[in-house]
């Protein structure tokens, strides 16, 4: 009974301080920043913008040098043993790979410091010169994070590709910055191979696997060299050469981000650019220390993980490496019976993008309407609970209850991942309100959002874990100011009621020094103010609550504007009607030669399915089901609701559809690795389907 009663206690005791921080605690204050007119602001607690969190620490070399230091014996990067590869062969005889890994085998933090000096020593031995660029191109993995801090201790310029990136996005991004020695992995090397003709500039390989592809004649016939990253760090404790470290100013990273347009293009961060953006997610998460264990999958060649990666190096935590295809017990490449990386790791961290965090969600609800009957009504049940409290109410689920509900519900729901996370960080796109609320839920870990553009090293906004508000993505970061301009084409004001709207502008340390060898489009979007602050247009539209926490509402460039005037923001759309369990992925498109948009979309195979074998519907494949008048008919009716339940215009709803049945990957160069949807390719890819819809 006492229980009972202090389990009522503490959390009313909690509402309130929950409600005190809901209700009034501004994070954001407007600053007088001068210039052109616009509305700025700067975050609560810091009124200049945070250039480093260490004092005498200045750049990335150095911060990694003091961890490994503070933290000499505890574990680092951890990677798992490979036990058994696999092919299995499925029923219609497309054949998978399938793995069988086992625990993490761990580096601590001075292990992993004598194996970056080394990598440093053996670069130069190999024949690596001053001034050269040196290239990573591969998954996400411990020797990545090695190469990199090895690169930085010799002042070595590092270019980041992202591994999916094409052919001639990779041989521009080579060319242009004339790098010399590019560190791969086994299967990236092969594509380097294909294309070796067209790369002037590269003189050796670093393959990260050990096993480099015994074809003697590659080397004779290219005339690269090809050392594996152990002989390298071999050669290195060999014969030491002294570390040639770099300057602030220096620019550590050109980063080549998967443009949805054209030629991607390479932003250059310097070591302090990086430097003010790690040192200001620090000050954001609570109490991240070397008890924690973060789990690292995303690509490394995204600001967003290199900066998180960094963040979690500084503080003396673990990093535990893994990938999108092992994260779970029932991952496309986990062998059956055998357990993901987040099962064997129990992280208490992780970053993720709205992409993965929307497939969980839909994944877990999937399951649950599939089990239906009780199973489904106790989750209904246990969420609906749940929700009033994190929605403030007194009379939600608390203490004993929210105990109860964990053990009956959620428990299993965050077993998925480990059952330990206790803060997941989101970041790429703007998160649904709707999956942010489910993962918070779920999970029963806050969801820190940040916004933020490899243009400013990532640094932006970031919402902080006590803001239980949905679909805003927080302060600004202590090394950020944020300015919205005026935006009058698109009908944005910084004038507007009820609150300021316009264009968002970024400035502060963060601010990366602009686009290689492109002075033109580094003058398009960098501007500086008659103060000399530089600032980063960054096209999205966005607007201010009072509490100084901003939302992004729109983005200039999906800004279409029909045959009648009448514009469509093509992005909001797309996210009111994905809600639809028919979609996998949608891509509105609009023009000004027509007075209706029209869309295309990938259907979800399983929905669909589900849906036709309840109607009878008969059909030969999937491909088949997409192409019947009936089934694009559903669809269309599901958007319609969607698009009614979110009060979009009738002109914003597509009025014709072309169901697709094949998923857009980034394999499949629709989607940047990041899952964003490319317009520019998409368009191109179904020029005929699209002038179809517009035909008849
Ligand atoms: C680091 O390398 C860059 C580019 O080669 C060079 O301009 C800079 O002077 C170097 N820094 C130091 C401290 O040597
Ligand atoms: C790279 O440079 C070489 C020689 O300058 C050229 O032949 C090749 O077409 C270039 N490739 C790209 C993608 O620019
Ligand atoms: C070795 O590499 C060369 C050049 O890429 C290629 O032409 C040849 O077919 C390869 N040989 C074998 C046995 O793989
Ligand atoms: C949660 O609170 C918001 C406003 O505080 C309200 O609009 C919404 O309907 C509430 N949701 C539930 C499920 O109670
Ligand atoms: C490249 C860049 O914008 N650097 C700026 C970083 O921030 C400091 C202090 O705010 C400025 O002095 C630099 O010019």
Request: a neutral charge.
């Amino acid at each position: 009974m006492s229980a009972y009663i202090v389990g009522l206690l503490v959390p009313l005791v909690f509402t309130l301080l929950l409600k005190n921080s809901k209700a009034g605690k501004r994070r954001g204050l407007p600053v007088d920043v001068g210039g052109e007119t616009g509305y700025a602001i700067r975050n609560c607690r810091f009124t200049s913008p945070v250039q480093t969190a260490w004092e005498g620490i200045t750049t990335l070399a150095e911060l990694f040098e003091q961890s490994s230091r503070l933290y000499s014996d505890k574990c680092l990067l951890g990677t798992r043993k490979l036990i058994s590869r696999e092919i299995e062969v499925s029923e219609d005889g497309r054949s998978f790979e399938k793995l069988h890994l086992g625990e993490y085998e761990w580096l601590t933090y001075g292990k992993a410091f004598e194996a970056v000096c080394n990598f440093a020593s053996g670069l130069a031995q190999i024949g690596h010169k001053r001034g050269e660029r040196a290239a990573i191109f591969a998954d996400t993995r411990e020797e990545w994070f090695i190469a990199l801090q090895g690169c930085f201790r010799r002042n070595v310029t590092v270019v980041t590709i992202y591994a999916s990136l094409g052919e001639e996005a990779l041989c521009h991004s080579l060319n242009e910055t004339e790098v010399t020695t590019v560190i791969c992995g086994h299967k990236e090397l092969k594509k380097l191979q294909d294309i070796s003709g067209q790369l002037d500039t590269v003189k050796r390989i670093i393959c990260m696997d050990d096993e480099i592809p015994s074809n003697a004649s590659v080397e004779q016939s290219i005339g690269w060299s090809i050392n594996s990253i152990s002989d390298v760090e071999k050669i290195g404790r060999e014969n030491p050469v002294d570390a040639d470290l770099p300057l602030p100013a220096d620019v550590a990273v050109i980063m080549y981000t998967s443009g949805s347009t054209g030629l991607p293009k390479g932003v250059m961060m310097t070591h302090s650019n990086v430097l003010a953006t790690v040192s200001a997610v620090m000050t954001i998460v609570p109490g991240l220390g070397s008890k924690d264990v973060y789990l690292a999958y995303l690509p490394l060649a995204h600001i967003l993980e290199l900066a998180a990666e960094h963040v979690i190096s500084a503080v003396g935590s673990a990093i535990g490496y893994g990938s999108p295809l092992t994260l779970t017990d029932t991952s496309n490449k986990i062998k059956k019976g055998t357990k993901g990386d987040a099962t064997v790791l129990v992280p208490t961290v992780m970053t993720s993008v709205p992409a993965i965090l929307d497939r969980v969600r839909d994944g877990v609800l999937k399951k649950v309407n599939a089990k239906g009957g009780l199973s489904k009504r106790l989750f209904d049940l246990a969420y609906a609970r749940r929700l009033a409290a994190v929605n403030g109410s007194w009379f939600g689920a608390w203490g004993l209850e929210r105990l109860l509900w964990d053990l009956l519900v959620f428990g299993k729901v965050r077993a998925i991942l480990g059952g330990r996370i206790r803060f997941i960080l989101s970041g790429g796109a703007p998160l649904s309100a709707d999956t942010q609320r489910f993962i918070n839920i779920c999970l029963g870990a806050p969801i820190g959002q940040g916004y933020g553009l490899t243009e400013t090293c990532a640094g932006g906004t970031f919402s902080e874990f006590d803001d239980t508000s949905v679909g805003r993505v927080g302060a600004p970061l202590p090394c950020s100011f944020i300015k919205l301009v005026d935006w009058p084409e698109g009908g944005y004001l910084t004038t507007d009621s009820p609150m300021p709207r316009g264009e968002i502008v970024i400035s502060g340390p963060n601010v990366t020094v602009g686009y290689f060898n492109n002075e033109e489009k580094t003058k398009e979007s960098y501007k500086v103010d008659e103060r000399g602050m530089r600032w980063f247009y960054t096209g999205d539209i966005g607007q201010f609550h009072a509490d100084g926490c901003l939302e992004i509402i729109d983005r200039k460039k999906d800004i279409v504007k029909l045959q009648h005037g009448e514009y469509v923001s093509l992005g909001k759309v797309e996210a009111v009607l994905s809600v639809s369990p028919y979609v996998d992925n949608i891509m509105m498109h609009a023009d000004p030669f027509h007075s209706y948009c029209v869309a295309l979309v990938v259907a979800s195979q399983s929905t669909l399915e589900d849906w036709a074998s309840k109607r009878g519907i008969a059909f030969t494949d999937f491909a088949d089901l997409c192409e019947k008048e009936e089934t694009i008919k559903e669809v269309q009716t599901s958007l319609a609701k969607e698009a009614k339940k979110a009060r979009l215009e009738k002109l914003e709803v597509p009025a014709k559809i072309k169901l697709l049945s094949n998923p857009w990957t980034p394999e499949t160069g629709l989607v940047t690795a990041a899952l964003k949807i490319k317009r520019e390719v998409i368009r191109k890819t179904f020029s005929e389907d699209l002038s179809k819809l517009y035909a008849h």
